[in-house]
């Protein structure tokens, strides 16, 4: 579905990667002489009842929340030194899709799969650029497409919200990958106690696309922006989410 890095604009916060290193700039730093590492996530897309694509763009950027957040990524945990390795480096997430026996082979492996209304998606720890396992490396990347059956309602801005470009055309793959950036900024702008509430509350938050007058808003907000580093579909530097959260607001007001 979509192999993806971004250069969202350096966070700021207690929690950000310092400016001078950070993994999210467009200029060469140490981080790319450093082992590269990609988050893999899987979608589940079984071919009579593919899910909503609203539905699974919030279901990975949530999936990416549960990695960050579980106690095996953190600490002396069993993934720790692979999410360390992976954060140290430029921030890279790939999403494939999956069925039937795929799914079930991919859902075998170490990771954590997490259900929306609609979709599933599995998100594994880091694995090397060229170290994947081979029953995920030989997933497809592209070629899927999804679509809401309706509209989806209008955003609950009393939870987070990503809010997608209304400018950027992005495949799904490419979209889910975007939004889970936007979770990672938004996660990494959080204070502990910020970041404790969410997760104890399941991580609610939606994926909207904005009118064009709210986007440019946004955009100047001083909230979280992810830029993508135009390695597939957009050019270089495109504006693709704006991680609003209720507390990142409130930090910005």
Do not use: Y
């Amino acid at each position: 579905m979509s192999s993806d890095q971004t250069t969202p604009d350096v966070p700021e916060g207690p929690h950000a990667p310092s400016v001078p290193d950070s993994p999210f700039r467009h200029e060469n730093t140490s981080r790319d002489e450093a082992p590269q590492f990609v988050l893999p996530l899987v979608a589940r897309i079984e071919r009579a009842a593919p899910p909503a694509r609203t539905d699974a763009l919030e279901t990975a950027a949530r999936a990416v929340l549960v990695m960050l957040s579980d106690d095996r990524s953190t600490g002396d945990g069993e993934w720790a030194q692979a999410m360390r390795d992976w954060q140290d480096a430029r921030i890279r997430k790939v999403v494939r899709r999956a069925r039937g026996a795929e799914w079930r082979r991919a859902e075998a492996l170490p990771g954590i799969t997490v259900a929306g209304k609609s979709a599933e998606v599995r998100v594994f720890p880091p694995v090397p650029l060229d170290g994947w396992p081979k029953e995920l490396a030989k997933l497809q990347v592209s070629g899927t497409e999804l679509d809401d059956p309706e509209p989806p309602a209008g955003a609950d801005t009393t939870h987070p919200v990503l809010w997608m470009s209304p400018d950027v055309d992005m495949s799904a793959g490419k979209a889910m990958a975007q939004a889970g950036h936007g979770a990672q900024l938004a996660w990494w702008e959080l204070s502990d106690a910020d970041r404790t509430a969410w997760r104890d509350a399941g991580f609610p938050l939606s994926v909207r696309t904005p009118d064009a007058a709210h986007w440019r808003e946004l955009t100047v907000s001083g909230l979280p922006v992810v830029r993508d580093a135009g390695f597939t579909e957009i050019a270089p530097g495109s504006c693709t989410v704006v991680a609003d959260h209720p507390a990142l607001r409130t930090v910005q007001a």
